[in-house]
Nanobody, 122 residues
């Protein structure tokens, strides 16, 4: 499985961005797709996840109500719509795929993309 993210950039506080993650390879076995983020000097943290089958979604409290994760199974693509961005959302955003385990834990994910930088200015 290969994951390629895009859509990051520089935006002012209150603005919006949409991230995309295109999956290729043996994606039919995907269990959950998720976005994590990592700010400088911090651990990679969970942001949002979506079940590949059924589409149930999960969010970190810090982004609930502002971010929306979605998927297009036909395109093997997962999106993260980010609205009302804050400076504390600044981080490298990574797309991950888990074949099993809890969506919340980084250790459940066996494939990662290269990351895309999101910078929110105040």
């Amino acid at each position: 499985v290969q994951l390629v993210e895009s859509g990051g950039g520089l935006v002012q506080a209150g603005g919006s961005l949409r991230l995309s993650c295109v999956a290729s390879g043996r994606t039919f076995s995907s269990y959950v797709m998720a976005w994590f983020r990592q700010a400088p000097g911090k651990e990679r943290e969970f942001v949002a996840a979506i079940m590949w089958i059924g589409g149930r979604t999960y969010y970190a409290d810090s982004v609930k109500g502002r971010f929306t994760i979605s998927r297009d199974n036909a395109k093997n693509t997962v999106y993260l719509q980010m609205n009302s961005l804050k400076p504390e959302d600044t981080a490298v955003y990574y797309c991950g795929r888990a074949g099993s385990g809890s969506y919340y834990f980084r250790s459940s994910y066996d494939y990662w993309g290269q990351g895309t930088q999101v910078t929110v200015s105040s």
